[in-house]
């Protein structure tokens, strides 16, 4: 659309692809999280925690760095969020012991920062783009 000349049909759509993307990664490592917190006892915290990390960062990663290559720079930017975020709720489950809705709360947040700045950073390349 943004080839054509649509312009507000083009960014809506790729809002809507990138609500989804992010949408679809902060959703796999909820759910990871979660998933290996439950099956935790307070000896095994930090170990499980560690590899709840590996488990849901590492594929991410792996897609991030194919981006990369690929010449997606803005990959690297909604993964670098992925990983604070996901570095913070789990210092809140260890250290506060935060319940789920609040592991949620952190995510939310976290990747709602990391949305704004892909679409700014994003913008200001387009814009940089026009003045060369």
């Not at 990959?75 to 609040?102: M, R």
């Not at 892909?118 to 200001?124: G, M």
Request: glycine share 8%.
């Amino acid at each position: 659309m943004l080839e054509k000349g649509n312009k507000i049909g083009g960014y809506f759509f790729g809002l809507l692809s990138t609500v989804y993307t992010v949408g679809v990664l902060t959703a796999w490592c909820i759910l990871v999280l979660i998933f290996y917190t439950i099956h935790a006892n307070a000896t095994l915290l930090i170990p499980v925690l560690i590899w709840s990390y590996s488990v849901a960062t590492g594929p991410i990663s792996w897609l991030a760095q194919k981006d990369l290559r690929s010449g997606n720079e803005n990959a690297g930017i909604i993964t670098l969020f992925i990983y604070v975020a996901y570095i913070l709720a789990s210092l809140a489950i260890l250290l506060v012991g935060f319940s789920v809705p609040n592991v949620l709360v952190i995510f939310g947040v976290v990747m709602t920062i990391g949305f704004i700045v892909l679409f700014s950073v994003a913008y200001l390349a387009k814009n940089s783009q026009a003045y060369y």
